[in-house]
């Protein structure tokens, strides 16, 4: 059995995004639920399914005592760090597609900014303990640090620069500008992105993604009911998770230049039906340019190595060939682990994205990139 | 200040059952990896069982402490306050001649000198009283 339009996105909500919400993760969850929940025109009390994020202290009975659900169905967790939300998705086709339950809640919040320091807290996470045996004793402590290795090898191994990183950096602030939620609000230019110090070679700052509170939430339903509710469903066409060779430590990876997703995409795209080239707008996860540029390349819109020369001839922009980050990604809106990339692909595709609406947007797909690599894509097109 | 065992801030390991043995041999100057007794694999880091024959059996082989560059990256913004005297400094991940990984700091050499494949040695350095960890120079 296919999972292959067996169920819509059927709602979508977000709260302010932030530097500091002054609101509890748990309200900025709710918040967004009940956005999400609103814009399907569905009653909290129809939710029979919670996905929750597994790194937040919220959980599913949370909701359940807060929304007064009498009668919950289904709840799991994804843990693939960043590639959560996405691989959720897979998780609650398989849930309704089953018969368990007909409408998913997934929601994430995070008070990322005000509450802590996100980049140096992962050594706590348990998919980090190898790393934080033998890496971060040597000085390989955050993200940043141990993600730099792979964007320097491709550097070396295709001759991709750290201007062509850049280009993703500035366009993404671009849309972040026209979506009117993001929390950097000055265009960037290429001399800037040149121009910001080095965190971590070859890394820059606005190669880095931002720290930020707020919440976002997704409601899932099975292809029946999503027909009758109040927006345009947005199908589910094809969806995958994939973990790469050695999936807690990208120092020994066979080939360092190629993520989880590589194994996620094609099934994803066998089970839609679709090829890259079908693909109308992307949102592409971004904790790091140089993770956009190796997906690009990973998912198939150009070949290894070409990542480069490809977001370099504009081709990622709004009017190129194939528009990423609409909505100004985790580099420019916020860090919302990529649950604000799925808000924004079914934006598109219902052509409620605004400014950055990506004309006659039929087709389009969305990634999540987690811990050492783990990846998740989703196909979808408008009902 | 004085680096005293009070004053430590890096992180620091916490071996593991598998994993102690590697870290006291560092201890005696040593880079120890663990080969299958069974059918040979060399693989780190250190694990339960073998991922080719999924025995539990360990021998531990002294490493060469040879190897090349596979990548770097050079660290500007100090993330532990631990680092914030040694920034900017090289972090190397190295291809052992044994097959196998590891990551470890480069010294007395400069940003200009590291390309792939630059051969380097394995050098042991004592972080605090009870720790040793992997460093490395450029192989003469």
Known sequence: MSLKEKAAITGVGET???????????????????????????????????????????VAEDFVTNFGISDLRFSATAPLGGASCVAAIQCALLAISGGVCSNVLIP????????????????????????????????????????????RRHMEL?????????????????????????????????????????ISDPLRLYD????????????????????????????????????????????????????????????????????????????????????VLCQLEDLGFCKKGEGGPFVASGA??????????????????????????????VRQLRGEAGKAQVRGAEIGLVTGYGDMGDGSVAIMRRG | MAMTAETYLKPVPEPTHESRPYWDGLKSGRLLLQKCGQCGKIRHYPRPICDVCYSFEVNWIEASGRGTVHSWTITHHAFNPGFKLEVPFILLTIDLDE?????????????????????VRIIFEQAKHDLVTPACVVAS
């Open chain 1, 16 to 58: 302010a995004y932030t530097r500091m919400s002054g609101k509890s993760v748990l309200a900025l969850q709710l918040e967004a639920s009940l956005n999400a929940i609103a814009d399907a025109g569905l009653s909290p009390k129809e939710i029979d399914g919670i996905i929750p994020y597994s790194n937040s202290p919220v």
């Open chain 1, 108 to 151: 994430i919040g995070r008070n990322g900014s005000s509450a802590g320091r996100i980049g140096t807290r992962v050594q706590q996470m348990p998919q980090f303990k190898v790393v934080g045996e033998h890496e971060m004793p040597v000085g390989a402590i955050a993200p940043a640090q141990l993600y730099a290795p792979m964007a």
């Open chain 1, 158 to 198: 295709f001759g991709t620069t750290s201007s062509q990183l850049g280009e993703i950096a500035v366009s993404t602030r671009h849309n972040a500008i026209l979506n009117g939620n993001g929390m950097m609000t000055k265009p960037l230019t290429l001399e800037d992105h040149q121009a910001s110090r080095m």
């Open chain 1, 208 to 291: 880095c993604s931002l720290e930020s509170d707020g919440g976002a939430a997704i409601i899932v339903s099975g292809a029946d009911r999503a027909r009758d509710l109040r927006k345009p469903p947005v199908y589910v066409m094809g969806v995958a998770e994939g973990h790469p060779d050695s999936p807690s430590v990208i120092t020994q990876r066979p080939d360092m230049t190629r993520l989880g997703i590589a194994k996620a995409a094609p099934k994803a795209f066998a089970m839609a039906g679709v090829l890259p080239g079908d693909i109308d707008v992307a949102e592409i996860y971004d904790c790091f340019t140089y993770i």
């Open chain 1, 316 to 345: 990622i922009r709004l009017g190129g060939k194939l528009p990423i980050n609409t909505h100004g990604g985790l580099l420019s809106q916020a860090h919302m682990v990529g649950m604000n990339h799925i808000v924004e692909l």
């Open chain 2, 99 to 119: 097959g196998v990984r590891v990551q470890a700091p480069l010294r007395g050499a400069r940003e200009a000198d590291v390309k792939l494949g630059l051969p």
